[in-house]
């Protein structure tokens, strides 16, 4: 098992420019989330995940949009990036009521 | 109020002390409760899950009391690779995903 896969590690962006952060997981896990980590702030919950078909927000949804067309997927599109989009970001998966498993993070900087 | 309440810390130990991390929770409904070890750049990883009775796993002891609404991680015997940030986290009302604390940043020196 792979786990939870992001790419890229690293990614920098000039404001006003899109992209997609991809995350993978091979577990069969029915819960996706996004989470960004800001330095102070701790994990903030962006959008998660329920199921293919079935997304909703987190604490701090604006700028981003999410799709989970099939279970394993769970793609982060920044429609125009921001200098406030600047973080360190974790895409995660869980089983139902159990613990979470994280990727590795996608370093993001907007110039 | 935040969700899930930590002290940041940081919190220096000699090898070889125990030391103890508390945390508190704001909603009553929350049923899932973990510790999460974060070293720096890194993702979060499960330390261990919190149960009602409280669990020891080697030198870490968690506990929970529900009526205080609070959570307990103390470590014994603090070896150097204990150095990071401890995550206090628990599930989200609707249970499909979590609340994370701010995190509490341990040192352990020679």
């Known amino acids: 098992n792979a786990g939870v896969t992001q790419t890229p590690k690293f990614q920098v962006l000039k404001t006003g420019q899109s992209m997609t952060l991809q995350c993978a997981q091979d577990?069969?896990?029915?819960?996706m989330s996004w989470y960004r980590q800001d330095p102070g702030m701790g994990l903030r919950l962006i959008h998660y995940?329920?199921?293919?078909?079935?997304?909703d927000q987190g604490e701090v949804p604006n700028g981003y949009n999410v799709s989970r067309s099939t279970t394993e997927d769970f793609p982060l599109r920044l429609l125009s990036a921001a200098p406030s989009q600047t973080s360190v970001y974790f895409c995660?998966?869980?089983?139902?009521?159990?613990?979470?498993?994280f990727g590795p993070g996608t370093r993001l900087t907007v110039t | 109020r935040k969700e899930v309440e930590q002290d940041p810390g940081p919190f220096n130990v000699p090898e070889g002390a125990t030391v103890a991390f508390n945390c508190t929770y704001s909603?009553?409904?929350?049923?899932?409760f973990f510790w999460y070890r974060q070293d720096c750049r890194k993702e979060p990883k499960l330390l261990m899950s919190?149960?009602?009775s409280g669990n020891e796993d080697g030198r870490f002891t968690a506990q929970l009391n529900r009526a205080s609404q609070y959570i307990s991680l103390l470590i014994r015997d603090s070896k150097l690779s204990d150095s990071a940030t401890y995550l206090c986290?628990?599930?989200?009302?609707?249970?499909?995903?979590?609340?994370f604390g701010k995190g509490t940043s341990l040192l352990v020196t020679p």
């Open positions: 577990m069969n896990h029915e819960y």
């Open positions: 995940s329920v199921g293919a078909g079935i997304t």
């Open positions: 986290v628990v599930n989200m009302p609707s249970g499909y995903a979590l609340n």
């Open positions: 995660a998966s869980m089983a139902s009521g159990r613990e979470q498993y």
């Open positions: 909603n009553s409904a929350s049923q899932s």
């Open positions: 919190v149960y009602s």
